[in-house]
């Protein structure tokens, strides 16, 4: 008796090669793709794109896609709040984000009889790339030189340095980590806080819990958000945490916006009592049209588009593929499994 | 009988717990410091500093402790050409900078019956912090994110990353070796390129020598100046080597300005045919008041102070305590004995 199939429905674009990849992956797997019926990506690794009108025929074609897929990658775009019944077979879903729970509450599929597995991890590499980019800016006064340039003036001075500081790093999974990993290549010591007590060890020198977070702030002079965004960690850093931080200290948000209380956050930029702030994210994206973020010098403000790099695609299919393995052999668990306790 | 002391004369400023270190190591060891004959520093770690007038006793008294010296540690700051006559004693000078060629040159100290050290390695940490966050601030497009924020554009699109570049590393000593060990933390390979032959090993993937530049300048996304000036790297990367990077190649530049043709760099910059510099040193200091750089918006210009970080002074003490110790037991060649042939 012949192995059953595997309908694999890819609902966001891909490069045809990374397409063949999953599609020669294993005998059972039947991969249908149809990037005419997909948004079109504006960059590599575009999960979200420009939306198309579809004509009837076509809607005709991706609803029956849809009905007949067991496994699907990425969410389907145009009504992933009715996932459940547009896809009746459907038992997995690998998103292409590493922060899917906004999205999964979004679209209804709490506690749905439906696996789903992010994309934690692809992001860590290019998220702390960033993360880096940012903290040595400020750290090694970038702004100071760029002026000096524009304002002609050669002054020979002292400059500070990022070797011996002291970074916190909450949200101590893969983006968290690898951005440990590459500030401790810097000798920077690094300290992670997890939901749950965990020993210490590489790449942290020491962890801590969330809620012990306050005694741990007076000694962060880089304050890295990198946890994903739950009931425990809207608000977390707000305006008595951000005071609590050393004189100088600078603030990395890889996370998400309301994690951080924004206004706090300007204020202390504006005033100089923080030296600077390194921004992936911002409470409401866009940010909005009269925050004072925008007039800040000591922001680096990225569009939520850090982790948009070229290679993106290739290391989420390396995960799928991976996933795929797990899911037909069933005797692994698939990774990265999305937690709908936990909210992760 | 007694050992003989030895005479150490401080001849820049030092803090005061760094002088009780040196003072301390060693019973045999007599210090002469006194910073108020010295320049006064302007800022930690200055041992250029801004000169005094010197009254006719206080220069009696720095004649005099000039003349009994056997060690010094950084040159006379008067009349440095006159050592050899002022210090009948003086055997070793430890110089406090890596690049002691052109003031060896300038003093007319070559092949002095002296011993000098240089304090290579002590800047390593600095510079290389200096050059990625360079070569990170252009990787990752920090430009086109300041110029959104200060436009107030907030447009998503697809972001460069620094991992899987190649770097081309001229001069694989302490500075080399330190920013390619950074570089590889963030999944760059690095080729070094030195005098003599020698074996690739980490932190390089490959190595290769002086001559044999031209053939590795077509895969350097990075190219490092990390090697001292000497009669053969003088005019090393010419317009004829600039044209051989790929096109958005970053050029960076630690070692001395005119390793590179200025001019030449400037115009690659304009055109955009290189995407970055990232310049500690310049062909003259000051830059000269009509070069292009100044006005070149994708160039990062230090004014020579990328390794003037507070933690310079204890380092060069380190490695003086260590010589110290070497020298008075005249059991081990001094660490960073300055080479009057090769001239670094």
Not at 54 to 64: F, N
Not at 203 to 229: K, Q, Y
């Amino acid at each position: 008796m012949p192995d059953p199939c595997v309908d694999v429905l890819i609902a966001s674009y891909l490069e045809q090669d990374l397409v063949e990849r999953i599609a020669g992956c294993d005998p059972r797997i039947r991969v249908s793709y149809a990037p005419e019926l997909l948004p079109l990506p504006r960059w590599h690794s575009d999960h979200v794109g420009v939306p198309r009108e579809l004509t009837a025929g076509e809607h005709d074609r991706w609803t029956s896609m849809l009905r007949t897929a067991d496994v699907m990658f990425d969410f389907d775009w145009r009504h992933p709040e009715r996932t459940l019944e547009q896809s009746p077979k459907l038992k997995w879903i690998q998103a292409t984000s590493a922060g899917a729970g906004q999205l999964i509450d979004k679209f209804g599929l709490s506690r749905a009889p439906l696996t789903v597995t992010t994309a934690a991890g692809v992001h860590a590499d290019p998220l702390a790339e960033f993360a880096l980019a940012g903290i040595l800016h400020f750290a090694r006064g970038l702004p100071r030189l760029i002026a000096a340039r524009q304002s002609r003036t050669w002054r020979k001075q002292e400059t500070t340095e990022l070797a011996g500081r002291h970074a916190l790093i909450v949200g101590a999974g893969k983006i968290g980590s690898r951005t440990a990993e590459l500030l401790r290549c810097f000798s920077v010591t690094a300290g992670g806080v997890a939901r749950n007590p965990r020993p210490a060890g590489a790449p942290f020198d020491s962890m801590t819990t969330t809620d012990r977070i306050a005694e741990h702030l007076p000694t962060a002079d880089i304050l890295v958000i990198s946890c994903a965004l739950t009931d425990d960690t809207r608000g977390l850093i707000g305006r008595r945490e951000l005071a609590a931080l050393p004189d100088g200290a600078l603030v990395v948000n890889l996370g998400r916006g309301p994690i951080i209380d924004e206004d706090a956050l300007a204020e202390a930029l504006s005033t100089g009592r923080l030296d600077g702030a390194v921004l992936d994210v911002t409470s409401t994206e866009p940010l909005r049209e009269d925050s004072p973020l925008w007039t800040a010098d000591n922001v680096i403000l990225s569009p939520h588009s850090a982790a948009n790099v070229p290679s993106e695609n290739g290391k989420v299919v390396d995960l799928f593929v991976e996933n795929l393995g797990r899911f037909l052999s069933g005797d692994a668990a698939l990774l990265n499994e999305f937690d709908f306790d936990a909210g992760y």
